[in-house]
């Protein structure tokens, strides 16, 4: 299928998405780069609040049809809680560079990312907070409070990635055994690992 226009300025964008955020975009450089006039931009898309939403719902629409997908496979609560948090560990480190910059896009107001942040809280975590407290309600975890349990699991999973990402390229010699650990800590095998590791802490003995 031939690209269009608007399947090239989205591609180009993801690009900028990922190295600057939605505060770095720029309609006349991606405009520039794709080889296009900033009329043909606004052809597709009225403003670039416009074409950041669209970047957004298209980079965050994978992961609701995963979580989708395990939600109605009929598998027991336990098993569910565990696919949706795999779905989401994969998605995490598969966009962790782009996680990063929409954080600092969110301190910084940026309104499609908060909107995006309204929107995952009331589809993806809702639907986590339900499979927790369904495993809870079958027995398989332990009940305390689902928003507690669900900080534990983030913390167990992706925390490591988050700070991985958060150091410089360039790590000091004195720290290169901690940049060795992180580097292990933030892949993908290591963080599927600790999840098991992590539900194993909070289950009920059957």
């Known amino acids: 299928m031939k690209r269009t226009a608007e399947d090239k300025l989205l591609e180009i964008g993801m690009h900028w998405l990922r190295r600057g955020g939605v505060r770095g975009l720029s309609v006349r450089g991606i405009c520039a780069e794709a080889g296009v006039s900033p009329g043909t931009f606004t052809t597709y898309f009225k403003t670039l609040r416009e074409f950041a ?6 980079w965050y629409e994978p992961l609701k049809e995963e979580v989708g997908r395990h939600r109605s496979d009929g ?31 969110a301190g910084k107001s940026q309104a499609s990312v908060q909107d995006l942040l309204h929107a995952a809280r009331l589809t993806h975590m809702s639907w986590l907070s339900e499979a927790i407290a369904d495993a809870q309600r079958e027995g398989y975890i332990v009940k305390e409070p689902v ?4 900080l534990y699991l983030f913390g167990a999973i992706n925390f490591p990635c988050l700070l991985y990402q958060l150091m410089p390229e360039e790590g000091l010699p004195k720290d290169a055994a901690f940049f060795r650990v992180m580097e292990g800590a933030a892949d993908e095998k290591s963080a599927l690992q600790r999840l098991d590791w992590a539900l194993q802490g909070i289950m009920i003995k059957q």
């Open 75 to 105: 598998a027991n609560a336990y098993e569910r809680l565990r696919s949706e948090l795999r779905a989401s560990s994969h998605f995490f480190h598969e966009n962790a560079a782009v996680m990063m910059q929409l954080i600092i896009d």
């Open 53 to 58: 939403d669209r970047l957004l719902a298209q």
């Open 147 to 150: 928003e507690r349990v669900m």
